[in-house]
């Protein structure tokens, strides 16, 4: 079972929030020290009511369970992977190598080297396996783009996505009218 249930940090019932729908995101990272900065895309897919699924997946800890949720995660419906990890971030790529499905790297600021030991991890994939790569820590950018991909053949979250846009347009323009009067 790769979704979170009432005792996780990000409080997200599976049944009260799934209301029996599959998920279609999944948000994996390499390590439980990655949630406070992937729990911004949860919130993001939670108000968009994007069903989604979010768990531990570590390319070098747990390789075999990497493997199995990659090749996997299209066959259970998923349409879009976001995967989050730091320093030597191979979750993204390896996960993209091992599945159609289009995945979606955030960068984790560690301890050291500000992120961009993660980011250059990330964005420098080989020619043939994309990952698309937000910026560092920007986790609320990668649900974001996943609403997207799903918006791209799924009206109801292209409309949300609109929506979403003409009031963050709205909400700009409410600030500058603020400060020039
Ligand atoms: C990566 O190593 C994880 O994605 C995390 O960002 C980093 C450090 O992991 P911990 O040592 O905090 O578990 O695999």
């Known amino acids: 079972n790769y979704?979170?249930?009432?005792?996780?940090?990000?409080?997200?019932?599976?049944?009260?929030?799934?209301?029996?729908?599959?998920?279609l995101v999944g948000i994996i990272m390499g390590s439980d020290s990655d949630l406070p900065v992937m729990s911004a895309a949860?919130?993001?897919?939670?108000?968009?009511?994007?069903?989604?699924?979010?768990?531990?997946?570590?390319?070098?800890r747990t390789p075999h369970r990497m493997s199995k949720y990659a090749i996997e995660a299209g066959k259970r419906g998923?349409?879009?992977?976001?995967?989050?990890?730091?320093?030597?971030a191979h979750l993204p790529g390896m996960v993209a190598a091992m599945t159609?499905?289009?995945?979606?790297g955030v960068p984790v600021k560690g301890?050291?080297?500000?992120?961009?030991?993660?980011?250059?991890?990330?964005?420098q994939m080989p020619r043939g396996v994309p990952v698309a790569?937000?910026?560092?820590?920007?986790?609320?950018?990668?649900?974001?783009?996943?609403?997207?991909?799903?918006?791209?053949?799924?009206?109801?979250y292209y409309e949300k996505m609109q929506s979403f846009l003409l009031k963050q347009e709205a909400e700009v323009l409410e600030k500058a009218d603020r400060l020039e009067t």
């Open 78 to 88: 998923i349409k879009t992977i976001i995967a989050g990890a730091g320093g030597a």
């Open 111 to 123: 301890s050291t080297l500000d992120g961009v030991d993660s980011l250059h991890s990330i964005v």
């Open 133 to 156: 790569t937000v910026a560092i820590n920007n986790s609320t950018n990668a649900a974001l783009l996943a609403i997207r991909m799903l918006g791209s053949f799924d009206t109801i």
């Open 3 to 23: 979704i979170l249930g009432n005792s996780s940090k990000l409080s997200i019932s599976d049944e009260q929030f799934l209301k029996g729908r599959k998920p």
């Open 42 to 60: 949860c919130k993001v897919l939670q108000d968009f009511d994007v069903p989604f699924e979010v768990t531990i997946v570590s390319a070098h």
């Open 100 to 104: 159609p499905l289009p995945v979606i």
